[in-house]
């Protein structure tokens, strides 16, 4: 896991990097249990005043979850795992007082759309496409936490349209509906995100912390939604098991909603 995730300490910034440039960054198991190590390090350290979170190389910030992972994925109950370990370590990166700022290129899909969902802001280079087309890939859902943050981001249409058509947003079009606070230059993401990052960790710490504190407060409604019932139904279906071995086996997946 340690070269699956990079931690690097520089204050006032620290920096994660998702690193499996060769498989666009897809995230393993271990990847989340370390992001939600990484986080708590942050959390503890007051000389930490702002976090940028990338991908390595320029083709992917995360490409979601490792597909490969999902074979052992059965049954509602183990969709309801799933889907609460990657709460955890996405609510871990939400839950900072820090500002949480994600530099995006290339793909950034499924669990690594939601992973900048929940980053305070997000900076795009031109190439950048941000999604869960998970209708026309795995056919698997979104926990109601997820639904809500993409709803949150773009609103009603355009998280519908996502979703439903199973697309990505162009970075152009992401920038538009508010999902990416600026378009860069291509791979300039990065050095853009440690420009705004560096700028903040001047600010008020206290000013930030409370700010963050209080938007999380107002989004509470979020957690008071019970969406388990939707994430068994899916989870434990055959077309999910069909996405998965279509996806495996580089096939179009045939659905016929059972």
Same mark, same amino acid.
């Given at each position: *896991?340690?070269?699956?995730?990079?931690?690097?300490?520089?204050?006032?910034?620290?920096?994660?990097?998702?690193?499996?440039?060769?498989?666009?960054?897809?995230?393993?198991?271990?990847?989340?249990?370390?992001?939600?190590?990484?986080?708590?390090?942050?959390?503890?350290?007051?000389?930490?005043?702002?976090?940028?979170?990338?991908?390595?190389?320029?083709?992917?910030?995360?490409?979601?979850?490792?597909?490969?992972?999902?074979?052992?994925?059965?049954?509602?109950?183990?969709?309801?795992?799933?889907?609460?370990?990657?709460?955890?370590?996405?609510?871990?990166? @939400?839950?900072?007082?820090? &500002?949480?700022?994600?530099?995006?290129?290339?793909?950034?899909?499924?669990?690594?759309?939601?992973?900048?969902?929940?980053?305070?802001?997000?900076?795009?280079?031109?190439?950048?496409?941000?999604?869960?087309?998970?209708?026309?890939?795995?056919?698997?859902?979104?926990?109601?936490?997820?639904?809500?943050?993409?709803?949150?981001?773009?609103?009603?249409?355009?998280?519908?349209?996502?979703?439903?058509?199973?697309?990505?947003?162009?970075?152009? @079009?992401?920038?538009?509906?508010?999902?990416?606070?600026?378009?860069? &230059?291509?791979?300039?993401?990065?050095?853009?995100?440690?420009?705004?990052?560096? @700028?903040?960790?001047?600010?008020? &710490?206290?000013?930030?912390?409370?700010?963050?504190?209080? *938007?999380?407060?107002?989004?509470?409604?979020?957690?008071?939604?019970?969406?388990?019932?939707?994430?068994?139904?899916?989870?434990?279906?055959?077309?999910?098991?069909?996405?998965?071995?279509?996806?495996?086996?580089?096939?179009?997946?045939?659905?016929?909603?059972?």
């Amino acid at each position: *896991m340690a070269s699956e995730i990079l931690f690097e300490r520089n204050p006032p910034i620290a920096t994660i990097t998702l690193n499996r440039p060769r498989s666009h960054n897809a995230l393993t198991w271990a990847m989340y249990d370390g992001l939600i190590e990484i986080c708590a390090t942050i959390a503890a350290d007051a000389a930490i005043r702002a976090v940028v979170i990338r991908g390595a190389g320029t083709k992917a910030f995360a490409a979601g979850t490792d597909i490969a992972q999902f074979t052992d994925v059965r049954n509602g109950a183990d969709g309801l795992a799933y889907e609460a370990r990657l709460e955890r370590a996405i609510g871990a990166l @939400e839950g900072l007082n820090q &500002p949480t700022i994600a530099a995006i290129e290339g793909y950034a899909v499924g669990g690594g759309a939601a992973l900048t969902l929940v980053c305070d802001l997000r900076y795009g280079g031109a190439s950048a496409q941000i999604g869960i087309p998970i209708a026309r890939t795995l056919g698997n859902c979104l926990s109601i936490a997820n639904y809500a943050r993409l709803l949150e981001a773009v609103g009603p249409g355009l998280t519908k349209e996502l979703l439903l058509c199973g697309r990505l947003a162009t970075a152009e @079009e992401a920038h538009s509906a508010g999902l990416l606070n600026e378009v860069v &230059p291509e791979g300039e993401a990065y050095s853009r995100a440690i420009t705004i990052a560096t @700028e903040i960790a001047e600010h008020a &710490p206290l000013t930030i912390a409370v700010t963050k504190e209080a *938007m999380r407060r107002l989004q509470k409604k979020r957690a008071e939604v019970d969406g388990d019932d939707l994430v068994t139904q899916v989870y434990g279906s055959a077309d999910f098991r069909e996405g998965v071995e279509a996806f495996i086996g580089r096939r179009k997946p045939s659905f016929h909603g059972r």
